[in-house]
């Protein structure tokens, strides 16, 4: 049940001298700059709001790795919950709700925030959360972010026990990764699989959208999703996303079948905890992601553009939003961007990491070369918000 918004696209095909670019063969920038960005810490999240409660404590042995998974499990678990996006059906007498998908989320703040994943509510009527007691509860969708696929609800309860939060920056391939959720449905909630963390720093691409994941071979199953992705010391390092279920059709999803080419086995993936917190963290204070943008479109000059058109290497400006960030700075079309607060540009990536460094109302400064001379743009950063 994927929702993600366009993302940000750059064509391959080469600029045709000075002020002159391929329209035609072009996908623009969606004049947002940062994918992730925008999203900073410095947003404060309301008092109440604090993960810093865990899940009962529990002595996490260290000499076997059966006795370690048992323990993580049982100290975790109590935090993990099942998601069930319900849609209304027809009946003579009274409202029901059916439910037409389901997934897993672990509750955030003793007071009853949850993090799932934003394709596990899409499209829901009704959602209803069931807890590691077996009691259900309806939830409130506070919000969305279908770029990153998060999405935060929340239920009528406190003092409930919460997952930990860790630090996904400091994870390394090879750890033991130990994943908690619902496959196929509350029928076997709160199963426990285990592995490895197989990979870091994975790109993954579908049809909209592009996010770095965290690789594992623990098992991920339909369901899972919206579900922690825990460390050895209970820690939650990143939430069950997606699994790659074969190497052609439609790669990523969660749910088997409709995919065509080589079956593929114990790929799954996870967003990473160190990106998903800010998220989380806005959506609770302000219900939706504001993001930072300049308002252009822009392509990669590599090396070879470089040599045949006589450009620097960087960003080649193809289009400024009227009215935007960039055309109020002086940037114009034929610019070609080569840093970004005074930090080297040559990639879409290495702009979109720059920029979400800051927040919306922030000026930043964008080098550009025009006609061979170099020139610093104050760049005051403007919401994507309603653009």
Not at 95 to 103: D, E, L, W
Not at 178 to 196: D, F, H, K
């Given at each position: 049940m994927d929702n993600r918004d366009d993302m940000f696209k750059v064509a391959d095909k080469k600029p045709e001298g000075r002020g002159r670019f391929p329209w035609g063969v072009i996908i623009v920038v969606a004049l947002v700059s940062a994918l992730l960005g925008g999203v900073i810490a410095a947003y404060i999240v309301p008092k109440n709001n604090t993960s810093a409660m865990a899940a009962p404590d529990v002595t996490i042995p260290t000499d076997n790795v059966s006795g370690l998974i048992s323990a993580v499990a049982e100290k975790v678990s109590p935090a993990v919950v099942s998601v069930s996006n319900m849609i209304p059906v027809s009946n003579d007498y009274q409202?029901?709700?059916?439910?037409?998908?389901?997934?897993s989320g672990f509750i955030y703040s003793k007071d009853g925030y949850i993090v799932t994943n934003s394709h596990v509510v899409k499209g829901a009527k009704r959602i209803e959360v069931t807890l590691k007691d077996g009691s259900k509860n309806v939830a409130k969708l506070i919000g969305t972010d279908s770029k990153t696929d998060l999405a935060v609800i929340k239920i009528d309860k406190s003092n409930l026990p919460v997952a930990k939060l860790g630090d996904s920056d400091k994870i390394k391939v090879?750890?033991?990764?130990?994943?908690?959720?619902?496959?196929?449905?509350?029928?076997?909630?709160?199963?426990?699989?285990?592995?490895?963390?197989?990979?870091?720093?994975?790109?993954?691409?579908?049809a909209d959208t592009s996010l770095k994941l965290i690789q594992t071979d623990a098992a991920i199953n339909p369901g899972n999703s919206g579900g922690p992705l825990v460390n050895t010391k209970g820690e939650v390092m990143g939430i069950t996303s997606v699994k790659l279920v074969s190497t052609g059709g439609d790669d990523l999803s969660d749910i088997f079948g409709g995919s065509s080419g080589t079956p593929v086995e114990g790929m799954g993936f996870a967003i990473p905890i160190s990106t998903a917190r800010p998220i989380v963290d806005q959506l609770i204070k302000n219900g939706y992601i504001e993001r930072p943008m300049i308002g252009v479109a822009v392509q990669q000059v590599g090396q070879d553009d470089a040599k045949s058109y006589n450009l620097p290497i960087g960003l080649y400006v193809a289009q400024v939003q009227p009215g935007g960030p960039a055309e109020s700075a002086g940037i114009k079309t034929g610019d070609v961007i080569t840093a970004v607060s005074n930090k080297k540009v040559t990639t879409l990536d290495d702009m979109q990491k720059q920029i979400s460094k800051h927040k919306v109302g922030e000026t930043i400064t964008m080098t550009v070369v025009r006609d061979g001379k170099t020139i610093n743009a104050k760049v005051t950063l403007k919401s994507s918000m309603g653009n």
């Open positions: 409202i029901k709700y059916a439910v037409q998908g389901s997934g090879g750890q033991l990764a130990v994943a908690i959720g619902n496959p196929l449905g509350e029928q076997y909630s709160g199963t426990v699989t285990a592995g490895i963390v197989s990979g870091l720093n994975r790109t993954l691409n579908t």
